[in-house]
């Protein structure tokens, strides 16, 4: 069998990041975390057998506490949101059927504050799919469009930060889900930003990195099917997986991922929103420590508050501009009054609840 030297394995990686496409399509997928400790065996034979079939995308198994319902790449912002939210009912009752019920949290039992603790292993967020860009330096570019996605991402974290409970008591983090990763430093190459991340990850199940084991001797070395499971298991914020994968927000009460995919998609494939988007991340662009308060503190930081107040605004004038429906624009203005124009991220309402029972 062919094994992968570290020279071969980020050739072959850097060619598959990112396929050039003008944006329009927009695909987004929901977590569901399950209320027991680990998937019933007949649920779990049951998703790696069948990947059931919704009736627009599918339901997957991401760990043994989350299964996900994913949309498939829709032409534009809001089929996207219809064919996912007439999805997302159809999988409950295949969920119920084996006696496990859907929580409500974006996170139980993971803590920050631990080594090694997988993000996935026990929490839920809500992850949009855009196209990579053109193979151009302008807004609709590709490398304008990484940059600009890890800008945004630290502002999109706090803004839908809501996983703040472990074991139902505070954290001291708004986001345990987020807090439990980095957001890596982008430069202006996507591909070898992409490559790096990937050789540099540890390997599932061991104590080495990729690059590690291509290291390792001629007969031990991975292979191309090894680098592909190892790519399933390499979950950065952002990503590129032929297309940018945009993963920096917890899971929403209610239909709250509308709002998720709205934003996040006029942020990024509108021109005029994405230059107001970039022009409001840049003071952010050199301030230490960036992730982790956006994590810890959400929109309670000034500098974040400022930049998402910015950003929202923007969303949602692209979104009128686009003709996006009423009832997503009007969505976006809620949680904007509710949340970002009063400093305050999902994740608040859910410590006030639990002071308030202490």
């Known amino acids: 069998m062919f094994t992968l030297t570290e020279r071969a394995a980020r050739l072959l990686v850097a060619d598959t990041a990112l396929a050039p496409a003008r944006p329009g399509f927009v695909g987004a997928a929901v977590d569901l975390l399950i209320s027991e400790p680990g998937l019933p065996v007949s649920l779990s034979a049951s998703l790696a057998a069948e990947r059931p079939r919704l009736r627009h995308g599918f339901l997957t198994a991401r760990s043994p506490r989350v299964v996900v319902v994913s949309g498939p790449p829709s032409p534009g912002i809001d089929a996207a949101i219809t064919r996912l939210a007439d999805d997302l009912p159809r999988a409950l009752p295949l969920i119920a059927g084996h006696r496990v019920a859907v929580l409500e949290e974006a996170s139980d039992d993971a803590d920050p504050a631990r080594t090694g603790v997988p993000f996935t292993a026990a929490t839920a967020g809500v992850r949009v799919g855009l196209e990579a860009g053109l193979d151009e330096d302008g807004m609709l570019g590709l490398r304008r469009r990484w940059t600009l996605a890890h800008a945004l991402a630290p502002v999109l974290a706090a803004a839908f ?198």
């Open 161 to 358: 930060a809501n996983s703040p409970l472990r074991n139902g008591r505070p954290t001291g983090w708004r986001s345990n889900r987020q807090a439990l990763r980095t957001l890596p430093r982008c430069t202006a190459d996507p591909r070898a930003d992409w490559s790096n991340q990937v050789l540099g990850a540890r390997v599932a199940g061991t104590s080495r990195t990729f690059r590690e084991w291509t290291g390792a001797g001629p007969g031990a070395r991975p292979s191309v099917p090894d680098l592909t499971r190892h790519l399933e298991t390499v979950r950065p914020p952002i990503a590129a997986r032929r297309h940018l994968e945009i993963d920096v927000a917890d899971r929403q009460p209610g239909s709250g991922w509308q709002v998720v995919v709205a934003v996040t998609a006029a942020l990024l494939d509108e021109p005029r929103a994405a230059v107001q988007a970039l022009t409001a991340t840049e003071p952010l662009r050199t301030t230490p420590g960036l992730w982790a308060r956006a994590t810890r503190d959400a929109l309670t930081d000034p500098a974040l508050a400022t930049a998402a107040r910015a950003c929202f605004v923007a969303a949602y004038e692209s979104l009128t501009r686009q003709g996006v429906s009423r009832g997503v624009r009007d969505s976006v203005a809620a949680f904007t009054e509710r949340y970002v124009l009063r400093g305050r991220c999902p994740a608040d309402d859910v410590l006030d609840r639990a002071r308030a029972t202490s």
